[in-house]
C-alpha cells in the first residue's frame, strides 16, 4: 500500500454528514449507552460487522489484518456532556450536577431532556435562577454554575410531588439539545461534535476500507467508550493490544497550530507525552501522505489513551483529530478536518510498524 497518496482518498462526505447528524441526534451523556448502542450496531451490520461490548460497555469493532499476530487500536468516544438531577427544589425545578466538564455559561437557555429509569423522557429548559433582567438585579452578572443554574420541566409542576409523580428521581439523565447544522461550505456547527466527529470519521474511513477491499496491516479493534468525559473510558482495554491511537478533538488557540481544516496530532497533554515512535510514526504518515496537519501540546486536555496508560494498560498511545473551535459549548468544526481525520486513520491502520 506504499503507493496510495492519502490525500487523493476521497471520503464518502455525504455518509459522513449523515452518520454524524445521526449520531450527534442520539442523546448518549456520559454512561448513559443504551439509545445509541442500537444506532452503532446499525452501523456496523451496514459495514458487514459485528459490534460487541465489554462490561464497561465499551464498544468494539475488530478487523483481521493481513498479520493478525499483533493487535493495535483506535477509536473515539461515544459520551458526551450532560448531567442529573441531584435536587428537586421546592417550587418544582430541578437542580443538577454536571457529567464532564460543562461550560454553565453555554447552556443558560437550552433545551433539554431529562430520562428516567422507567423509560419516560420529558423536556425542559436550563436557566440561571436569576433569570429575567426585568425581575433580578443580578440576571447579568450572577455566575452560571451547578449552584445557580435550574431546570424547568415543560410540565404542570409546582412541587417535589409533582415531580416525583412523573417518575423524575435523583440521578436521572439530563441531556441537552446538540443544534445540529451543516452548511453549504462544509462548516458544521453543533454540540458533541467531540467527540462524536471522532466516530464518524471511524465509521467512514471504514466505509472506505470496505468499498476498496483494503485490510489493515493488523488485526484491529476500533474501540468506543462511554465514560471518556470524566477521565476513565480507556481505563480498561483488552488485554492483547500493543498501541492505543485515539482519536479526539485537536484544540485551536494561541498555543496551537491546528485548524479546522487539517487534523491535529497531540504530542503531550496534562497527564503526560504520548509515546514518541507511535506519534513520530503518525507524523510521518501525515507528512508522507500529503495530509494539512499540525503537531502540538494541550494543556487543559486528557484521552482514553492515558486513561488506559494509568489504568496499567502496557501499551504505546498516540493522539489525533480533528480541531474543534469553541468546545464543551457549540462548537464548530469543517468537515474537511474531520475527513482529514478519516484519512489518517487509514494511513495508520495500513501502514507496518518500523
Known amino acids: 500500500m506504499e503507493a496510495l497518496r492519502l490525500s487523493e482518498i476521497q471520503p464518502d462526505r455525504e455518509y459522513l454528514q449523515n452518520c454524524l447528524r445521526d449520531l450527534i441526534g442520539t442523546d448518549s451523556p456520559v454512561g448513559f449507552y443504551e439509545r445509541i448502542v442500537p444506532v452503532m450496531e446499525r452501523y456496523a451490520a451496514e459495514l458487514g460487522l459485528t459490534l460487541t461490548q465489554d462490561r464497561k460497555h465499551t464498544l468494539y469493532l475488530s478487523l483481521e489484518g493481513k498479520d493478525s499476530s499483533r493487535t493495535i487500536m483506535s477509536g473515539a468516544h461515544l459520551d458526551t456532556l450532560g448531567a442529573v438531577v441531584r435536587r428537586i427544589d421546592a417550587d418544582g425545578s430541578l437542580r443538577v450536577r454536571p457529567l464532564g466538564g460543562v461550560n454553565f455559561y453555554s447552556l443558560d437557555g437550552e433545551s433539554v431532556r431529562v430520562y428516567t429509569r422507567d423509560g419516560h423522557i420529558y423536556t425542559g429548559l436550563m436557566v440561571c435562577q436569576s433569570h429575567d433582567t426585568h425581575v433580578f438585579d443580578d440576571a447579568r452578572s450572577l455566575a452560571r454554575d451547578e449552584n445557580t443554574m435550574l431546570v424547568r420541566l415543560d410540565e404542570r409542576v409546582s412541587s417535589p410531588a409533582d415531580v416525583e409523580a412523573l417518575g423524575i428521581r435523583h440521578g436521572d439523565v439530563v441531556a441537552f439539545e446538540p443544534h445540529f447544522e451543516a452548511l453549504e461550505n462544509g462548516y458544521i456547527i453543533s454540540r458533541f461534535l467531540d467527540d462524536k466527529a471522532g466516530v464518524a470519521a471511524v465509521l467512514t474511513a471504514l466505509l472506505w ?119 464543551h459549548g457549540v462548537e464548530r468544526m469543517h468537515i474537511k478536518g474531520i475527513e482529514e481525520t478519516a484519512r489518517l486513520l487509514i494511513g495508520y491502520l495500513i501502514s507496518e510498524k518500523e
Not at 249 to 263: F, Q, S
Not at 317 to 324: H, K, T, V
Request: one cysteine or more; charged letters at 25%; aromatic letters at 10%.
Open 209 to 327: 476500507m470496505k468499498q476498496h477491499s483494503v485490510r489493515p496491516a493488523y488485526r484491529t479493534l476500533l474501540a468506543f467508550s462511554f465514560y471518556e468525559e470524566i477521565g476513565h473510558g480507556g481505563s480498561y482495554i483488552p488485554p492483547e493490544v500493543e498501541e492505543f491511537a485515539a482519536i479526539d478533538i485537536g484544540l485551536i488557540g494561541p498555543d496551537y497550530d491546528g485548524t479546522e481544516e487539517g487534523v491535529s496530532i497531540c504530542a503531550k497533554d496534562k497527564f503526560s507525552p504520548y509515546d514518541r515512535d507511535l506519534t513520530s510514526r503518525l507524523i510521518r504518515i501525515a507528512e508522507n501522505g500529503g495530509l494539512r496537519h499540525a503537531v502540538d501540546v494541550y494543556h487543559r486536555y486528557g484521552s482514553d489513551a492515558h486513561a488506559a496508560l494509568r489504568g496499567g494498560a502496557n501499551i504505546a498511545d498516540a493522539l489525533f483529530g480533528m480541531p474543534c473551535y469553541a468546545s
